[in-house]
């Protein structure tokens, strides 16, 4: 018998969609045209990246014309953040949350290295930002408001329609990493002004290596990779045709499926929320659970460390992640938990559970069976908390 | 997820000798919840001060539990006088290795058995009292015994070698100058002190010159992102003297910026033998 797997760790990655592979697969051998080129090859699959940043555009609710392809996530922050600020050079201040993602909030420390003050908004408890905080920094200097739409760790979604409005009358720039958000919880960006935009193709089935950026338009934006014309001169770079059209796909996809993501796989994540949090011997959930992605739930079980926790996890089958230290590559641990001031007691316990539209209820049992043994093992060895375990295990 | 032999793996996942001992001659512990690990060791002795038996108890991660189960393994039927011999050193190379980052996993369970020792051979309150003046890293309660055992036993050089073995001084560096002189008196001969070593001497005055604008280009910026500052107060031949202000000067990870960060700036921009010290404002 083959042991079960089960994919737990859909923030970090996720599968590539049978049907966006599928989509790929004639621009390798078949259509490998170079779509800037005059003739036929290139010609038919210039159409195909048309229909690709139309599906993508659709996602978002945006026209076509404000989509940029990128080769990443990481890639569309830094372009937007960069291409913003050269545009409005004579603004020295930038405003972001203490909780953004690396590909964000390292851009922001180098900014500030190099002549621009920056403010880090802090969240409470539940991981929520204070809108009056940003209120208090923002200023006639501000050029630009970087904020994420729901965060990786937790999935608590940032109010960035009423933050994008107070971006704007400053006359700040505003930009949302919604690499966690896109997908999972519906984006409309005909509704909401957001200047700039990122989002990240193997978050939402599409590959590695492909991310998209919207640019509103009339941002001012300056061009951060150049050379030739690509994407009306916003991006230099021959296109990563099969990858764009796959991101097209999937975009696609999770539009047709964004009601099941705020349904049948929010009722999963609940089911695995609520199995854990009342068998658990000790767990409790890390953010503010009504605002939160439908697909992510943070826990931590006491007195038991994460990457333990995951070893385990994983000699049974299972993938999830961890904030402890001694998982994220450093000393140190989760600067999302800390930032939200979780006791350390439970930041080392932490562990984030990310489900997809595949994960099947069966998995979420098998998860909760699985993570419920592995506590009580762990905490079998643990020298804390033995008077809290059943009788008989002490 | 870390690199793990075989072994650690194999001790992780079916640990020996887990478990309570209510009736143990001897217990010891080390670490702290607070820090990601901590461990209990108790043990059995016969008349003759043979460890008879051994069990564990271990909040951590994996190497943590593995070097723990491998500790019980080593001292099961050795006398005590011969248990006492075991290094942290032969706890990680029993488990054929450890990553770097990991040590001090094996460091907690050699200083659990030290506590065990101690305790059974009763260490009175006047003596256990004198310890306490021993212990140089007050925030990991590190004693000075501790520091040099391990720098020792590992050929440490470096105050940030230690904190990986030991966590000595990963806190709010007060102790620097106390781990400094611990590794000087070890090993003299590595003090950077023959000008052979350094191809250009740069004055004082130049020297303080270079670390402002490393401060100004490189680390100024950073701390200024989370509120902070940094201002130099001396440089006494490699010795770099600086304050911490602001949020920086109540973060408990400030040490590991300055240790991590801003030391490996200076060393890049300025002199790879200088240190960098901390003095509160």
Redesign the interface.
């Known amino acids: 018998m083959s042991m079960r797997e089960v994919y737990a760790d859909n923030n970090a990655t996720t599968m590539t969609a049978p049907e966006v592979f599928e989509s790929m697969q004639p621009f390798f051998c078949d259509l490998y045209g170079n779509p800037s080129s005059m003739h036929q090859f290139g010609g038919q699959v210039k159409k195909h990246i048309d229909r690709a940043r139309e599906q993508v555009a659709a996602l978002l609710g945006a026209h076509s014309a404000e989509i940029i392809f990128t080769s990443c996530g990481t890639e569309s922050d830094n372009a937007a953040i960069r291409g913003v600020l050269a545009a409005t050079p004579e603004r020295k201040h930038i405003i972001t949350s203490r909780v953004e993602h690396p590909a964000v909030k390292s851009v922001?420390?180098y900014l500030?290295?190099?002549g621009y003050?920056?403010s880090?908004l802090s969240v409470d408890r539940q991981g929520k930002i204070d809108l009056d905080e940003l209120r208090e920094v923002l200023s006639d200097a501000t050029a630009l408001v970087s904020l994420m739409w729901a965060n990786n760790e937790t999935g608590v979604i940032f109010p960035v329609e009423q933050a994008c409005e107070m971006a704007h009358a400053v006359g700040a720039a505003f930009h949302c990493d919604a690499v966690q958000a896109a997908g999972k919880i519906p984006i409309d960006l005909e509704r909401i002004p957001i200047d700039l935009l990122s989002i990240s193709g193997h978050k939402l089935h599409a590959p590695k290596g492909i991310g998209g950026l919207y640019v509103r338009k009339g941002t001012h934006f300056t061009a951060y990779l150049m050379g030739g014309h690509q994407e009306g001169g916003r991006r230099a770079g021959t296109e990563n045709v099969a990858s764009i059209v796959g991101l097209g796909r999937a975009c696609e996809l999770a539009r047709e499926g964004i009601e099941a993501e705020n349904t049948a796989v929010r009722q999963l994540r609940d089911r695995l929320e609520g199995g854990l949090l009342e068998r658990a011997i000790d767990a409790s959930v890390n953010g503010d659970t009504v605002n939160r992605l439908p697909n992510t739930t943070n826990i931590s079980f006491k007195?038991?460390?994460?990457?333990?926790i995951?070893?385990l996890l994983?000699?049974a089958g299972i993938a999830a992640s961890s904030g402890?230290?001694?998982?994220s590559g450093s000393?140190?641990?989760s600067h999302v938990l800390r930032a939200m001031g979780v006791p350390?007691?439970r930041v080392?316990g932490s562990v984030r559970f990310s489900l997809s539209r595949y994960t099947t209820e069966q998995d979420v049992d098998y998860i909760i069976e699985t993570m419920l043994r592995v506590e009580r093992r762990l905490r079998?060895?643990?020298?804390?908390g033995?008077d809290e375990l059943p009788p008989g295990d002490? | 997820m870390w690199d793990y032999t075989d072994k650690v793996k194999e001790h992780f996942m079916n640990p020996r000798n887990v478990g309570d001992m209510p009736d143990a001659d001897a217990v010891g512990e080390a670490g702290s919840l607070a820090c990601g690990d901590q461990m209990k060791l108790m043990l059995k002795i016969d008349a003759k001060g043979m460890i008879t038996d051994a069990k564990f108890q271990t909040f951590g991660c994996g190497s943590a539990v593995a070097s723990a189960s491998a500790l019980t393994e080593m001292i099961i039927g050795k006398p005590l006088d011969e248990a006492a011999t075991i290094t942290n050193r032969d706890i990680a190379d029993f488990l054929g290795g450890l990553p770097a980052e990991k040590m001090h996993c094996s460091v907690m369970g050699h200083e659990a058995l030290e506590a065990a020792i101690q305790n059974y051979r009763g260490v009175s309150a006047e003596e256990a009292a004198e310890g306490k003046k021993q212990i140089v890293c007050e925030c990991f309660g590190v004693t000075a015994d501790e520091i040099e055992r391990v720098a020792r036993d590992n050929a440490l050089r470096k105050i940030e070698d230690v904190t990986n073995y030991t966590k000595a001084g990963g806190g709010c560096r007060q102790c620097h100058d106390r781990i400094q002189e611990i590794l000087d008196r070890l090993a003299p001969s590595d003090e950077p002190a023959a000008p052979t070593s350094a191809p250009v001497k740069l004055t004082n005055i130049q020297k303080m010159k270079l670390i402002e604008q490393t401060f100004e280009k490189e680390i100024r910026p950073m701390l200024k992102a989370d509120g902070g500052d940094i201002e130099l107060i001396d440089v006494e031949g490699d010795r770099v003297v600086v304050s911490l202000r602001g949020m920086c000067s109540s973060c408990a990870s400030s040490s590991f910026t300055l240790k991590k960060y801003i030391e490996p700036k200076l060393r890049e921009f300025v002199s790879p033998d200088l240190y960098i010290e901390e003095v509160k404002p």
């Open positions: 922001f420390q500030g290295h190099n003050r920056v880090e007195y038991i460390e994460g990457e333990s995951l070893i994983s000699e402890s230290a001694c998982t000393l140190e641990p350390f007691t080392h079998e060895i643990s020298p804390f033995r002490r």
